[in-house]
C-alpha cells in the first residue's frame, strides 16, 4: 500500500467523521429529544454497544481469544450484578468487572502461586 493510498483513507475517513458531526452541531437546537427519531437513535446506539460486548465476550479474535470464555463471562456477570446493586454506576461495575478479569488472568498463569 503506497503512503498516498494511505493518506487518501485518512482524509476519507475524517471526512466522514466530520460530516456527521457538523451535521449533529447544525442540528442540535433543532432536535426534539422526545420525538420517535431520537428515541430511535438512543435504541440503534444501546443496540450497537450490546452487539459489540456480545462479539467482545462469545466470538473474540486475537489475545483476547486465548483467555477461556468462563473467565469474559464471569467478569461480565459480576460487573453487571455490581451495576445494578449500586444504583448503575458504571464506574463501579466497570472497575470490579476489569479487577476479576485481570485476577483471574493473573491465577491462571501461575502469578499468584
Do not use: H, N
Not at 452487539?51 to 483476547?64: K, N, S, W, Y
Request: aromatic fraction near 14%; include cysteine.
Amino acid at each position: 500500500m503506497s503512503d498516498t493510498s494511505v493518506w487518501i483513507m485518512l482524509l476519507a475517513a475524517f471526512g466522514a467523521t466530520f460530516v456527521w458531526r457538523f451535521a449533529g452541531a447544525v442540528l442540535a437546537g433543532r432536535i426534539q429529544v422526545d420525538s420517535a427519531l431520537f428515541e430511535w437513535a438512543g435504541c440503534v446506539s444501546y443496540a450497537l454497544v450490546a452487539g459489540l460486548m456480545v462479539r467482545a465476550i462469545f466470538f473474540t479474535e486475537g489475545p483476547l481469544g486465548t483467555v477461556p470464555m468462563t473467565d469474559r463471562i464471569m467478569a461480565v456477570g459480576v460487573g453487571l450484578v455490581v451495576f445494578l446493586l449500586t444504583r448503575r454506576s458504571v464506574p463501579k461495575s466497570v472497575s470490579v468487572g476489569t479487577a476479576l478479569f485481570a485476577a483471574l488472568a493473573f491465577w491462571r498463569s501461575g502469578f499468584f502461586g
